[in-house]
């Protein structure tokens, strides 16, 4: 039976655990480091080309026509990557700041790698050293596994937030193509989404890491479903075109739907990603209410 208290107390040291411990170190250094190095590489090239046109005493002018090259190139670069619809194209790089739907979308490529490294060890290490039998004791299992779901998502979420914000603070000072205000509010939009997206990936984690009782073998295998099943359905669908379907059978085959606009295809993938972990979470929840602790 799940109890507000017991689960505001496990989700709550949860994440002061997660903050503190090493493996929540090591994911919230990653994720600030990952996520910085695939913004340069958007960011970077604008920057050379700011200073460039500086050096050369170029005007304003030509500045914003090199500028508006670089946001061309971005825009094929997305229309590559995503293979959207025009009208998705178009909201992404005309009607948001296209250098940040870049960014989106490359965080997006590495987020179930990301929301794996700060949730593959929600349970697993416990049950390896027996450490969950004290808690038995004062709460039901139920409670254990779903305030650790819940701790391990808020504390992800914290994780993105200071990336967000490193992000939004630097291209306010150092990215002049876009409104600062825009690049902001398309940057909150899209932590939003990618957060959401991450919700599947954790929920994941807290199954496998509640059958395995090695937290590496954890992480091993929630990657290897993250990212392993989708590479061979992309294999076999190059093989077989109809095979391109069993991509919607993962969280994966739904991701660019976050990244749509406001309508009838974003609420679809939100309440995918939420019904991929509200499935994962049943799973988990039944196995570890029945196996040995």
Not at 22 to 49: C, D, K, M, N, R
Request: aromatic share 10%; net charge positive; charged share 15%.
């Amino acid at each position: 039976m799940l109890r507000k208290p017991h689960l505001r107390l496990i989700a709550g040291h949860s994440v002061r655990h997660g903050i503190r411990g090493g493996a929540g170190l090591v994911s919230l250094f990653l994720t600030l480091v990952l996520g910085l190095v695939l913004a340069s590489v958007v960011i970077a090239p604008l920057e050379q080309t700011e200073k460039l046109a500086a050096s050369r005493g170029d005007s304003a002018e030509v500045t914003a026509r090199v500028n508006a090259e670089v946001i061309t190139i971005t825009r094929k670069a997305i229309d590559w990557a995503v293979s959207p619809s025009s009208d998705q194209l178009d909201y992404l790089t005309r009607d948001h700041p296209a250098v940040v739907s870049a960014i989106l979308v490359l965080l997006f490529l590495v987020t179930p790698l990301l929301a794996c490294l700060g949730g593959f060890n929600q349970t697993s290490g416990d049950i390896a050293s027996k450490g969950l039998r004290f808690l038995l004791i004062r709460t039901e299992r139920a409670n254990i596994f779903v305030g650790r779901f819940i701790g391990t998502f808020l504390f992800a979420a914290v994780t993105f937030a200071g990336l967000f914000i490193i992000l939004g603070l630097y291209m306010a000072l150092r990215v002049h193509v876009h409104p600062p205000g825009e690049m902001m509010l398309w940057l909150a939009q899209g932590y939003l989404r990618l957060v959401v997206f991450s919700l599947p990936y954790i929920a994941l984690c807290a199954w496998v890491s509640c059958a395995i009782d090695s937290p590496f073998a954890s992480l091993v295998l929630a990657l290897l479903v993250a990212y392993l099943l989708p590479m061979m359905i992309g294999i076999a669908s190059g093989i077989n075109d109809a095979a391109r379907y069993a991509q919607y059978v993962t969280p994966w085959g739904y991701k660019w739907w976050l990244l749509a606009p406001v309508g009838p295809e974003l609420l679809g993938g939100v309440a995918v990603m939420v019904g991929f972990a509200a499935v994962f979470v049943a799973a988990g929840l039944k196995y570890f209410s029945v196996r040995d602790l």
